[in-house]
């Protein structure tokens, strides 16, 4: 996978630690891209409607196993009860895979037990007891089709304070995006609120045109002409592949001249897959170190 323009010092740097995403159907997947992810590289395990506990535990073990740092999800409008949430934990914890961990609202339009979304699943208590230290928390630069804006602030604020509150530490991780200009927005929005916490810009790994758009209408993110034209591909030819170069190219420039946009760095949402996201990944930072020998 050719990487068309110059890698500069600041885009590798961005994707230089890295974290990944995968479910709990990709153990095969890791497997095979275990040699082209950095050890230690965080990887988040997702807790979809159609995974059970053994798969989501699995998943997670093998993420440990291999030498990676497991992220795993916990979906709070999924989980029936306290007792499910502390059995999951208590899982996880056998496995050692509880020191990080996202807490999300989850899909269910409603919930299906006592937690209608990630902040009362932090205020519960229950996360300390089975060693966790840090929580991934949701960002959406380009907002969220079924929830107001203002709402998205305020559950950010009450979710960093609610943190600090537990004593531990927080990351905000984002929703894929397109366009860097609502990204950079969002993240100078995030500190001007006193929120200091690492960032992870969510992002596919290179996968099918079709593929790509198919999820930003999912998600309810701009996918119109001109934002796909800026990520750098081409709605004419939607049987093509596209990879983030472009982006995380974009990205690195506007956060090198942003003083204030703290940490940050890159989450791929791998769609085409560990492999082809982790080659990318190689690739993209090994192209700038071999432009630097030059």
Do not use: C
């Not at 699995?58 to 992220?71: I, L, T, Y």
């Not at 709070?76 to 007792?83: P, Y």
């Not at 990630?118 to 996360?127: A, D, K, M, Y």
């Amino acid at each position: 996978m050719a990487h068309q323009n110059p890698v500069s010092p600041k885009a590798a740097a961005l994707v230089d630690g890295f974290s990944l995403e995968m479910t709990g159907k990709d153990i095969p997947g890791l497997e095979e891209a275990r040699d082209m992810i950095p050890q230690g590289t965080k990887i988040n395990v997702t807790f979809l409607g159609n995974e059970d506990l053994e798969m989501r535990v699995a998943a997670a073990k093998a993420v440990k196993e291999m030498g990676f740092v497991p992220v795993p999800h916990l979906s709070a409008r999924r989980l029936r009860s306290q007792d499910e949430l502390e059995e999951f934990l208590g899982r996880l914890a056998e496995v050692g895979a509880t020191e990080h961990v996202f807490a999300v609202g989850g899909d269910p339009a409603e919930p299906e037990g006592p937690y209608p979304d990630s902040l009362t699943v932090i205020r519960s208590g229950v996360l300390q007891k089975f060693g966790v230290r840090e929580v991934s928390i949701a960002g959406y630069p380009e907002g969220h089709p079924d929830i107001p804006g203002d709402v998205l602030w305020r559950h950010l604020d009450e979710k960093a304070l609610a943190l600090a509150q537990e004593g531990l530490d927080a990351v905000i991780l984002t929703q894929f995006a397109f366009d860097t200009a609502p990204v950079m927005t969002w993240i100078d929005a995030v500190r001007d609120r006193g929120i200091d916490a690492p960032i992870r810009i969510g992002t596919p790994g290179p996968a099918g045109v079709k593929r790509l758009l198919g999820f930003a209408r999912r998600f309810g993110i701009g996918a119109n002409a001109m934002i796909v034209k800026k990520y750098g591909f081409s709605l004419t030819n939607l049987m093509g592949t596209a990879g983030p170069d472009r982006f995380v190219s974009d990205l690195a420039a506007l956060l090198a001249d942003d003083p204030k946009s703290g940490d940050v760095k890159l989450h791929f949402y791998t769609f085409g897959g560990l492999l082809a996201t982790s080659q990318w990944a190689r690739e993209f930072v090994a192209a700038q170190s071999s432009g630097a020998r030059r």
